[in-house]
């Protein structure tokens, strides 16, 4: 698995974007996930194999129990499709505590999220917004 550089402060831990993978922000005061940016990368495993990682290890050390998780993909590649899947089922262990509100810029993405509603059991939101707007004002 290849280690992901993560940034750690008071109340977030936060992985800059690459120029293929998506920023990602987790907030354990607030109880909250963002997700931003592309996936084009050649390892999703990898990259979402080590987020899931980190992701179970600071839920467990910060007693997370409750979960809101905001998606904005630019594009998806087909390779990170599948792991992006898997990531988002281990969520699904919040049950009714999480709730995923999936913004999308166009038809692709919002039809991507979707389908991912279809098969992940977690409560989905949709909502569109422009690629130009960041979901990430700290």
Known sequence: ????????????????????????????????????GLSLMADAYSFYGSLRTLLLDLFDRFHIDKLQVFIHYYYVNTHSLKHIVSFLSTLEKFGKNCKIYWYYSDEEINELGQNLNELIDIDFEFIYKPSDKNLFEL
């Open 1 to 36: 698995m290849s280690d992901i550089e993560v940034i750690k402060t008071n109340n977030y831990y936060k992985i800059p974007s690459g120029k293929d993978s998506p920023e990602v922000i987790f907030n354990w005061k607030d109880k909250t996930l963002k997700i931003e």
